[in-house]
């Protein structure tokens, strides 16, 4: 795919996104993950990181992606955007790893150029924060994320309301935020 | 967990159309300075004199000084929170504001005898100067915290400094429709010193709050 024509691409997903299309947002985080992947596990071996860690980096950007995605203008590229997030994440890994901030973050231009990588690790550290959750917002992610049930089933499932799921859902994955931060409230 | 798996849990999550960032940090921004507006008229009250007063060029050096730095703030606090956006030009602009003051320092030290100067540093209210700025700013600097916490700023302290400026050219503009010291040394000592104390405040809540 051309340079520009993935950013174009993206962009188009994200505004249909932003209009409320889970699949285009679908579509827009499946492919922006190979990328991000590429990208993220060359820099973690240039700054010191195994490439394991560097899986925990991709979730955590693409979870910064999801929380902090009204900060996107529509008319702006979206390239940029993504990158910057990268790579605040990855400053903040290494700076938890206590590596000393030597070698530079590479930039947008290789988002683009790179070539998508597969994704063979299953991480612990997402599964260990999951583990600190409330049980019954336990219950709701593993019936979202790993049955891959949806919101009315997971409801009718746990006995909430869909609103009720909806609500418990946005707060576990802010936690969930938290918790790959470092903070435990 | 695979990261597939966290994707259906982001896609169970989305919903539609929430307000920019951008306008929301504007919108709150106008709910903070409306509150401080409220606060001077009912419990501070304005100037007497004020209507006589608008033909006095050191009124309006007082608001020139502090607009613009409300101005460049303003540009520079959305884009420290925005990934990506572009900040140096506006680092730049904020030197302005200094700028400003230094030509009004200038002209008041070129229009008066320089036995008048220590009369006009120390005015007659600073201590409520360097008080009612602060007060004026907090609501606007809540506010705009409270919209930042939605950005995604690289450097949680420095966006939170920049709330703090813009909190606090805020509530000078406003404290100037209250300020009887007119003279540009009073604001140059002064207005500096209650507007660094709001971005001092600015800084720590950033550090503290702003992390995401």
Known sequence: ?185 | MKTDALIDLLVADLEPSRLRFRSRLRLELACGGVLAGLILLVAIRLRPDLGAQLASPRLWFKFAATLTLSLASLGLVWRLATPGAEVRPWLKMLFLAPLVLGLGVLAEAVATPSSSWPARLVGNYAPFCVTLIPLLSAAPLACLLHALRRGAPADPGLAGAAAGLLAGGVGASLYALHCTDDSPFFVAAWYSLAIAIVTLTGYAAGRRWLRW
Not at chain 1, 98 to 119: H, N, Q, V
């Open chain 1, 1 to 185: 795919m051309g340079l520009a024509r993935a950013e174009k691409e993206w962009e188009a997903l994200m505004r249909q996104a932003t209009a409320g299309d889970g699949a285009a947002y679908r579509r827009l985080l499946a492919s922006l993950t190979p990328a991000l992947r590429a990208v993220v596990r060359r820099n973690c071996g240039r700054i010191g990181l195994d490439p394991g860690e560097a899986e925990d980096v991709v979730q955590e950007t693409l979870l910064a992606i999801h929380l902090k995605r009204e900060t996107w203008e529509p008319e702006r590229p979206i390239g940029p955007w993504i990158m910057t997030i990268a790579r605040n994440k990855l400053v903040d890994a290494r700076r938890r790893r206590g590596k000393a901030a030597t070698a530079p973050i590479e930039d947008f231009a290789d988002l683009l150029s790179a070539a998508g990588a597969d994704d063979d690790y299953d991480r612990l550290d997402l599964d260990r924060m999951i583990g600190r959750l409330g049980d019954r917002d336990q219950s709701l992610v593993r019936a979202l994320a790993i049955e891959g049930r949806s919101v009315r089933e997971t409801a009718a499932a746990l006995n909430m309301s869909e609103g009720a799921v909806r609500v418990a859902l946005h707060r576990a994955i802010k936690r969930l935020a938290a918790l790959f931060r470092g903070e435990d409230s």
